[in-house]
């Protein structure tokens, strides 16, 4: 079985596609789980998303948990030198989500033997994780909403950490952040007359002055809120021409998603000092929204038990992570956990042109999420 799920994770990582396009992987997700007989099986959940359901074995189940793995990829253009590298240009499964994927087709092969008497199990392939769309879609889908949860669990293989080590984090695991794209839309004019333009650029600098202004307490008050001017774009390498429009982008990171929401005005009202000067037109756009996910303290002794019991080292992080995690949605639906699993000291990193999953942490990720189904089923 091991091996079958290694050959599946190379292909998938052969064949990836970005955030929202996950048709093909979706597919092949949905007939790789028609193999281990789930009772049912729903397709373009949340767009692209698929869900495998195991009943309990004697149709009376009195509790529900769901575990999820991710389908998209990056845009990043891989340079792993391995032999199943990606074959379409500039895509690359840069974060692992191809072997969460083989993971949670490992779990499908223990649900096929009815080991839940008492279980009602969910294995959720969820789209768009990498924009923090995903989450959210698959919530607002009628079909999802109808399934009651009492629990939610995924895990993230970390580099980094040495190998198949559990990373468990109580409360904040992973920041809240968004993105905020400002527009200026002016007129452009001859270099020669610019008077008879619109000229934005005066107005972008006040607007990078004022945000390292009032950003810079959200910033003092948590080491791990981050405020970062990510892009300007405006113009181009001409010298005729005095521009007239141009775009900003901030991203905005915190563990809470209060001191973020703070943040987030904090640009807006910049913005509605900038527009009364700006004789051009201003808009505000919030994109790539991320919840902080803040896991279940219960969630995370079940993940301790099911760790001990397995013989994993387990490093309890002092610290949650800056970076974001679309699973903490799912916590408007009920209970979430989310831990990591240590890929190893000297793996490439997340999101590099050279990272590879590891694949020995196929079969510890699945012998974890049987310990867990175990307890949830005792």
Request: contains cysteine.
């Given at each position: 079985?091991?091996?079958?799920?290694?050959?599946?994770?190379?292909?998938?990582?052969?064949?990836?596609?970005?955030?929202?396009?996950?048709?093909?992987?979706?597919?092949?997700?949905?007939?790789?789980?028609?193999?281990?007989?789930?009772d049912?099986?729903?397709?373009?959940?949340?767009?692209?998303?698929?869900?495998?359901?195991?009943?309990?074995?004697?149709?009376?189940?009195?509790?529900?948990?769901?575990?999820?793995?991710?389908?998209?990829?990056?845009?990043?253009?891989?340079?792993?030198?391995?032999?199943?590298?990606?074959?379409?240009?500039?895509?690359?499964?840069?974060?692992?989500?191809?072997?969460?994927?083989?993971?949670?087709?490992?779990?499908?092969?223990?649900?096929k033997?009815?080991?839940?008497?008492?279980?009602?199990?969910?294995?959720?392939?969820?789209?768009?994780?990498?924009?923090g769309?995903?989450?959210?879609?698959?919530?607002?889908?009628?079909?999802?909403?109808?399934?009651?949860?009492?629990?939610?669990?995924?895990?993230?293989?970390?580099?980094?950490?040495?190998?198949?080590?559990?990373?468990?984090?109580?409360?904040?695991?992973?920041?809240?952040?968004?993105?905020?794209?400002?527009?200026?839309?002016?007129?452009?004019?001859?270099?020669?007359?610019?008077?008879?333009?619109?000229?934005?650029?005066?107005?972008?600098?006040?607007?990078?002055?004022?945000?390292?202004?009032?950003?810079?307490?959200?910033?003092?008050?948590?080491?791990?809120?981050k405020?970062?001017?990510?892009?300007?774009?405006?113009?181009?390498?001409?010298?005729?021409?005095?521009?007239g429009?141009?775009?900003?982008?901030?991203?905005?990171?915190?563990?809470?998603?209060?001191?973020?929401?703070?943040?987030?005005?904090?640009?807006?009202?910049?913005?509605?000092?900038i527009?009364?000067?700006f004789?051009?037109?201003?808009?505000?756009?919030?994109?790539?929204?991320?919840?902080?996910?803040?896991?279940?303290?219960?969630?995370?002794?079940?993940?301790?038990?099911?760790?001990?019991?397995?013989?994993?080292?387990i490093?309890?992080?002092?610290?949650?992570?800056?970076?974001?995690?679309?699973?903490?949605?799912?916590?408007?639906?009920?209970?979430?956990?989310?831990?990591?699993?240590?890929?190893?000291?000297?793996?490439?990193?997340?999101?590099?042109?050279?990272?590879?999953?590891?694949?020995?942490?196929?079969?510890?990720?699945?012998?974890?999420?049987?310990?867990?189904?175990?307890?949830h089923?005792?």
């Open positions: 079985m091991l091996k079958d799920l290694v050959n599946l994770r190379k292909e998938l990582h052969q064949h990836p596609e970005l955030s929202g396009r996950e048709e093909q992987t979706a597919k092949r997700i949905a007939e790789e789980l028609s193999r281990y007989e789930p049912e099986i729903f397709e373009e959940i949340g767009g692209t998303g698929v869900i495998a359901k195991f009943s309990s074995n004697n149709g009376s189940a009195t509790k529900a948990i769901l575990f999820r793995a991710e389908l998209d990829a990056i845009a990043v253009q891989e340079e792993s030198g391995t032999e199943y590298q990606s074959e379409d240009e500039g895509v690359m499964h840069g974060c692992g989500h191809d072997g969460h994927m083989a993971i949670l087709i490992g779990l499908a092969h223990v649900l033997n009815k080991m839940t008497p008492d279980l009602d199990v969910y294995l959720l392939f969820q789209p768009a994780e990498e924009t769309e995903g989450a959210a879609r698959v919530m607002a889908d009628e079909r999802f909403q109808r399934i009651e949860l009492d629990h939610a669990y995924a895990l993230h293989n970390l580099p980094g950490f040495d190998e198949k080590s559990v990373l468990i984090k109580s409360d904040v695991f992973a920041a809240a952040s968004v993105g905020m794209k400002v527009h200026f839309k002016g007129k452009s004019s001859h270099a020669a007359y610019p008077e008879q333009g619109v000229n934005p650029s005066k107005h972008i600098a006040e607007f990078i002055r004022l945000a390292d202004v009032k950003l810079d307490h959200f910033r003092s008050k948590n080491s791990l809120n405020a970062v001017n990510t892009y300007i774009r405006m113009g181009e390498p001409a010298f005729g021409i005095s521009p429009s141009a775009e900003l982008g901030f991203t905005l990171r915190s563990p809470s998603d209060e001191e973020l929401a703070n943040a987030v005005n904090a640009i807006r009202e910049i913005g509605g000092e527009d009364n000067d004789q051009g037109d201003l808009k505000m756009q919030k994109v790539e929204p991320f919840a902080a996910t803040i896991n279940s303290e219960k969630g995370i002794e079940t993940v301790k038990k099911a760790a001990m019991e397995s013989g994993l080292e490093t309890e992080l002092k610290q949650p992570f800056p970076w974001s995690e679309d699973f903490g949605e799912f916590r408007k639906k009920c209970p979430i956990t989310l831990f990591g699993l240590g890929a190893g000291r000297d793996s490439a990193a997340l999101h590099s042109e050279t990272y590879d999953f590891n694949d020995q942490l196929i079969e510890t990720g699945v012998q974890l999420f049987r310990a867990i189904l175990e307890h089923s005792s």
